[in-house]
């Protein structure tokens, strides 16, 4: 449980921290698909198998995700079952470790014979962390903080104080704590911390902008208030730290591997969005971080556009996001390449990804997490590119169906979901505001 702690050091911990520190040499960076190759091949270094237990288990996991899609939409219970199959996604997608693996989809397997799961949804009264189906730490630590936004956003107190889950003597600071993140060896380990990494600065670099939610955490620690000073400090040492760790040439940050004696870096869409998005645009080196995403879009997720080998509304939604926030950096030929491949994208996803009832988006369950992340990320992907808007941001958009049943539609399933799940609540909100004029509410 060692990252049972990197919440309560980024949010708590009073100790001093040094200043921003240099993070030994940076790596040569591996461009896209280039990276995908060479972590694999570290992975099967671990464990020569790998090549053949790792397809194993992803096609007996995607066989567990279209039953647990399954249960979803026919109105089961499955709360608890869908916090398993996240933890369960990560150690197929990250790890080589076989017999923990095996478990874990044995317990998701389970899971399917618990009718009651509302417990599921409710903190653990022992540390008052969410996610208590889950045993990773960080997943916990990621789930809770995602509610912290909710409990936040609708001026409400969380129902249990939170306190730090204590797993060893001493507490690191974030910089010790994701810099030891930011390296992995597979190799020797079995484990790509990309995962890790990516989660935890996504989900800490976002709350250090929400002030609402921060306050909330720092007001309702439970040992007492955490002083505002520390909290202060904390942040300000994660910014550092992110300053430091953005590539010049690249403009992307991503994670760093060792590989023997030698070792190399990547460029990681999806943590280079979250951080831009964290920063609401305010990084460095936009040119060469422009250029980089236009680069790597025949590549694969995380260091490109697809994930195997097509578009998703996610992987479209940070794009859309990272071209919003690039738009002051852009010429007009770039300007105009991107509001054409913007096009393209809505009328993917309308061809692709939603129902044709519009009641939903279609589960991938190799590709996302659960039914309430298909919706928000598919609803947050049409607002983001305009689709619900008179005039969208980058100019003209076609709209290959009316908004209106659209609207409709999708609320009225995203109403029949769960309503604790943070991923429904973000959508039903997204949808609120965007559909506003278009319904008679």
Partial sequence: MRLSIVLVTVFVVAAGAAAARDLGPRPPTLVGDAARARIDALLARYDPDYPLQHPRREARLDRLGEELFARTVAGLDTRCSQQIFVEAKWLVGYTAWWPRIDARLDELENSFAIADQSFAAEPYYRDGFYGRCAVEAFIRLEATIERYFVFADRGELPPTAHGPIAAVGHEPTIVDELGALLRSDPARLGEDNRSRLGGLVGILATGARERAAVELWRATARDGAIPADAMAARIAE?????????????????????????????????????????????????????????????????????????????????????????????????????????????????????????AGFKFQPELSSSVGAELYFGVAFLDAVGYFDAAPWHGGLTRPAPAAPVCARLIDHAARLDEDDTYVVGALAKLDRACAAHLDR
């Fill in 238 to 358: 994660l910014n550092r730290f992110i300053d430091a760790w953005q590539d010049p040439e690249t403009g992307y940050w991503g994670a760093w591997y060792r590989d023997g004696e030698d070792g190399f870096a990547t460029t990681d869409l999806s943590i280079t969005y979250h951080i831009v998005k964290a920063r609401r645009g305010e990084v460095a080196h936009w040119p060469q971080l422009v250029a980089t995403t236009l680069a790597i879009r025949d590549d694969a997720y995380p260091f490109g556009w697809l994930s195997d080998g097509r578009w998703t509304n996610h992987n479209n939604y940070d794009l859309v996001r990272l071209f919003e926030y690039a738009w002051p950096h852009l010429d007009d030929g770039q300007r105009v390449e991107l509001g054409a491949l913007m096009q393209d994208m809505l009328d993917w996803s309308f061809a692709n990804s939603i129902d044709e009832s519009f």
